[in-house]
């Protein structure tokens, strides 16, 4: 199927903002795109993504007071940086990529 570049390229920035603005400017796109189910898609993406960040950010901080924890919280900063530009990219390109776990809920949810 063949999107819009408009479309496309919402789809790119909602991946790059969720890098600065976490959970924000997913949400905000994802609210106010109702009539993209492919804009609306990456943007449930990557705030189900960031959520999921948060929630391992969490239990790592937890491991951490026995110092577990923190190989595990540094692993998770690259991870938060480069997994969105790579989907971002994609989504340019027009592709439904899908992150692991989170991207098959979001399908599901958006009707893809």
Same mark, same amino acid.
Request: glycine share 6%; proline share 4%; aromatic share 14%.
């Given at each position: #199927?063949?999107?819009?570049?408009?479309?496309?390229?919402?789809?790119?920035? +909602?991946? $790059? $903002?969720?890098? +600065?603005?976490?959970?924000?400017?997913?949400?905000?796109?994802?609210?106010?795109?109702?009539?993209?189910?492919?804009?609306? /898609?990456?943007?449930?993406?990557? &705030?189900?993504?960031?959520?999921?960040?948060? *929630?391992?950010?969490?239990?790592?901080?937890? #491991?951490?007071? *026995? &110092?577990?924890?923190?190989?595990?919280?540094?692993?998770?900063?690259?991870?938060?940086?480069?997994?969105? @530009?790579?989907?971002?990219?994609?989504?340019?390109?027009?592709? $439904? /990529?899908? /992150?692991?776990? +989170?991207?098959? @809920?979001?399908?599901?949810?958006?009707?893809?």
């Amino acid at each position: #199927m063949s999107y819009s570049n408009e479309e496309r390229l919402w789809a790119l920035l +909602v991946h $790059l $903002l969720s890098i +600065v603005s976490s959970i924000i400017a997913p949400l905000l796109v994802y609210l106010i795109f109702k009539e993209s189910a492919f804009v609306r /898609y990456h943007a449930l993406q990557a &705030l189900l993504f960031q959520i999921a960040l948060w *929630c391992l950010g969490a239990v790592f901080v937890i #491991m951490s007071f *026995c &110092l577990i924890g923190i190989p595990f919280l540094i692993a998770l900063i690259p991870v938060q940086l480069i997994w969105p @530009i790579y989907a971002g990219v994609k989504a340019n390109f027009g592709e $439904l /990529y899908e /992150y692991p776990v +989170v991207g098959s @809920i979001a399908r599901r949810s958006v009707g893809i």
